[in-house]
């Protein structure tokens, strides 16, 4: 069972609303991850944190942000929602050793503007 | 340019049948390579890591290779359950910082039918 939690899992919203995807997780990790999932297509980095305090971007450019004030804790906000970020956003943890280390992801919210 | 290639893009087996999935990918400098499975609905899951020095490795009824000198990776499904249906994404990670930029292939999509 996941120990990396993700809601709501479905959201359906108009175009224009701020929307915020949490993410929580219990391991203690220091990494987290957000990433963008389209059927058929391979998953892409759009945000990532090494710890609290600590987000950069990742290779698909994003209109969306984040925040890390605490370890468990990496939202992901919207400001103003479009049809074109109708999509699967998966958030994902792992601990800091390294490429080594497995992703655990949560189940994700899949998420479609209207 | 760093790719990760998985074929088929889908593949329909029967139950108790064996299947291969393969990988292809040109990630230089190659850290390791790992194999997720994500049921519908759920986040990836890893089943297997295989690094530069193994060729071979087991988990149960899944059973990963690696050629290291082909840039190829096979993921072997002996004996195939109805739960085995999901989609098998190959994730490659280099080792050209200490990032450990991650490669995601675009995932073959198994069914088992009964």
Redesign the interface.
Known sequence: E?D?YQTPRYLVIGTGKKITLECSQTMGHDKMYWYQQDP??????IHYSYGVNSTEKGDLSSESTVSRIRTEHFPLTLESARPSHTSQY?C?SSEPT???S??H????TRLTVT | KNQ?EQSP?SLIILEGKNCTLQCNYTVSPF??L?W?KQDT??????LT?M?FSENTKSNGRYTATLDADTKQSSLHITASQLSDSASY?CVV???GS?????Y????TQLTVWP
């Open positions: 996941a990396i058929g297509m391979e998953l892409h980095l998966l994902a390294g490429s080594s497995p992703l992801f949560g189940n994700g | 990760v893009q850290s390791n790992r997720y609905g759920r986040g990836p899951v890893s890591i690094t994404i990670s280099d080792r200490t990032l450990g930029r991650l995601f292939g675009r995932g």
